[in-house]
T-cell receptor
């Protein structure tokens, strides 16, 4: 079974609107972490946000927030007030295990296109 | 400037010809890792290293070797490349795996 599932291959959003990118995960560990990375068309990988499984509050970084629903095993990325520069591929990823768990598993990604 | 560098950025080679992709970071990070990116599969971890002389397999280590003799360098070695290793390769480093890693610019490898 896939550990990280991103069900939306592609999404469109109007500039200045909010958009949610879906991510569900599968793990039996109690300690894990979830990441979102952005990959623009130029190809570089850019870290956006991180949520630990024991973090009580949803992570936020500027216009990015992670909607963490532990019981549903979902970690959706919410981008508020979309900008044209948000057009990119977005990857959800998970690390498992204890403090020393150092493997990272990525989802297949979601392509986001922001329309003007 | 804090950065992760990879060389070469582009490489076309033939089956069976040994090659090395270098990765270097100037941030004194302990954790380094290699990933390959293929369409529809996202990124998959090949190997990672938690410190000098400490390396471990990721999800797709077959056909690859790594070494970590110095903290700043983490080369990826393909001893006998095959066409199924044609991919985009990323090196990354961080204090540890989380909260974030810094990625290199990527190396696009084609094996014919």
């Amino acid at each position: 079974a896939q550990k990280i599932t991103q069900t939306q291959p592609g999404m469109f959003v109007q500039e200045k609107e909010a958009v949610t990118l879906d991510c569900t995960y599968d793990t039996s560990d109690q300690s894990y972490g979830l990441f979102w990375y952005k990959q623009p068309s130029s190809g570089e990988m850019i870290f956006l946000i991180y949520q630990g499984s024991y973090d009580e509050q949803n992570a936020t970084e500027g216009r990015y927030s992670l909607n963490f629903q532990k019981a549903r095993k979902s970690a959706n990325l919410v981008i508020s007030a979309s900008q044209l520069g948000d057009s990119a591929m977005y990857f959800c990823a998970m690390r498992e295990g204890s403090e020393y768990g150092n493997k990272l598993v990525f989802g297949a990604g979601t392509i986001l296109r922001v329309k003007s | 400037e804090a950065q992760v560098t990879q060389n070469p950025r582009y490489l076309i080679t033939v089956t069976g010809k040994k090659l090395t992709v270098t990765c270097s970071q100037n941030m004194n990070h302990e954790y380094m890792s290699w990933y390959r990116q293929d369409p529809g599969l996202g990124l998959r971890q090949i190997y990672y290293s938690m410190n000098v002389e400490v390396t471990d397999k990721g999800d797709v280590p077959e056909g690859y070797k790594v070494s970590r003799k110095e903290k700043r360098n983490f080369p990826l070695i393909l001893e006998s490349p095959s066409p199924n290793q044609t991919s985009l390769y990323f090196c990354a480093s961080g204090e540890r795996l989380w909260p974030e890693q810094y990625f290199g610019p990527g190396t696009r490898l084609t094996v014919t």
